[in-house]
């Protein structure tokens, strides 16, 4: 993104045009009128944000500050509107001020701009939230450029990205909320969320996430809910919403994943636990790593759960392997609340799930009797079967309709 050219710094460069240009038909005292400077960075130090700090947009500079180190941010910190701050080599933001409030607040017309010295791919750092637990949290009409040089930790767990958060549960929960916010050219993937759960605070709307090295997202499966489809997410090198192993237990949440203009990648197992009821909406497109399933069952009997996917005949949901090989698929316990299939294909399902060591089975696997309701489905090249009744209840609480099986090992199997 092109830096927006503050009013006074275009007014000056017009002046000065116009006094070159001029001065041949002039006399020669009309050289000796001043011209307008425009005005240097104020370079912070590494102990500027030790207290609180507003930085404000100066209109005679175009660039308003340089942060030449990796910051330590404690003080309240305030970005106005307009302020464009300038990082250098492996520098950035730890954000660590806990109760104190973070705010990037920028407009529409004019964003804030935290970009690189060297407008190259992975040339600064990033921001890093440790502990950021004010409920105004924000990020706003901000661009995020250039970042990425370096892990924003150096120990495990690894947080990278151009911006990341930091996942806490013996402390606060964390709090951000990021509304029209860009993050482009970064050296690693865009966004790291992979550890949040679901007692952090965080929305997020409106984001483009895009030229980036790696993938747009990172996240963790009970907080992939908060993005939605107001974002973009494509134009990196690795176009994926990425599902990562971190909680991915869904349990005491009602949630929607939405379709996003990628697909979503699943690392490993999704677990739909207790009061964890979780509906995919038309049109999305789910990959699977190898070793990745789908698991929607509860510990007692009496617990609810459900997994709903909600596609159409225009906009199936397609769930597919990542490796072009194969995936685990779906796995049912037992169920009292009734899930649903409509309009989905299901492709290249091996029915392994590790969870019972469970091995080449169907593609949806049926423990204890679950209910489950599949309609307008397309079961594809499947080396074993479409559903597997692994207990021994003939099907009782399944019902289907309008099903195609194309290149499948079988349709009903039981042990």
Known sequence: MKLPIKPITFLSLFFFS???????STDDDSLDEPIEEILPPIVLDCSYFSEDRVLENDLERPVDYIVPCWANVQGSLKIEPGVVIEFENHAGLRINLESNIFEIKGTATDPVILTGTSKQKGYWRGIFLTEAYNLNNIIEHTVIEYAGSQDLTGSSPVYEGSLAIRGVSSTTPQAITLNHVEISNGGSLGLDFHRIEKNATVTTSHLTITGNEGVPVKVSAEMAHVFDNTSSYSGNDLDFFNITTDHYEIEDQTVTWQKLDVPYLVDG????????????????????KAGAYLQFSPLMPSESTSFKIQGTASEPVHLKPYNGTNWGGIYWGYTNEMSS???????KAKGDFPVGNIENTGAIYLWANPHLTVTNTIFKDLQNCAFYEGTGYDFENLSITNITYENVGGEFCTP
């Not at 116009?18 to 041949?24: K, M, Q, S």
Request: glycine share 8%; net charge negative.
């Open 341 to 347: 299939i409509d309009y989905a294909i299901i492709e």
């Open 18 to 24: 116009f006094i070159f240009l001029t001065a041949c």
């Open 269 to 288: 197992r999704v677990h739909g636990k207790k009061n964890g009821h979780l509906t995919i909406e038309a049109g999305v497109e789910m990959q699977f």
